[in-house]
C-alpha cells in the first residue's frame, strides 16, 4: 500500500484527487465535501460546523489517533 501525504490544494481539489489517484481523503470543510465524495472516499473530521453533512463515503473521524484506526480498517482494494 502506497500512502502519500503533502497535497495541499485549494477547493475543489477534484482535479488533484484524480491527477494523482487518490483514494483517501481527510476533509473537514462543508463547502468542498460534496464535490470530493463523488470521486473518493472521505474521512470526514468531525467538527460542530460539519455534523449535518452524510454520505455513503463520508466516514467520521474524531481524532487524529481516530483517522489512523479507520485507516487501518478500511480496504481499498
Same mark, same amino acid.
Given at each position: 500500500?502506497? =500512502?502519500e501525504i503533502n497535497i495541499f490544494t485549494k477547493p475543489p481539489k477534484v482535479? &488533484? +484527487?484524480l491527477e494523482n489517484k487518490i483514494d483517501l481523503m481527510i476533509e473537514d470543510s462543508p463547502t468542498? +465535501? *460534496?464535490e470530493l465524495v463523488k470521486v473518493v472516499k472521505v474521512l470526514y473530521y468531525d467538527t460542530r460546523y460539519n455534523r449535518n453533512i452524510e454520505h &455513503? *463515503? =463520508? =466516514?467520521r473521524v474524531y481524532s487524529w489517533y481516530? =483517522?489512523?484506526m479507520k485507516i487501518n480498517e478500511i480496504k481499498l482494494f
Open positions: 500500500m502506497l =500512502i482535479k &488533484e +484527487i468542498t +465535501i *460534496n &455513503e *463515503n =463520508i =466516514i481516530d =483517522i489512523y
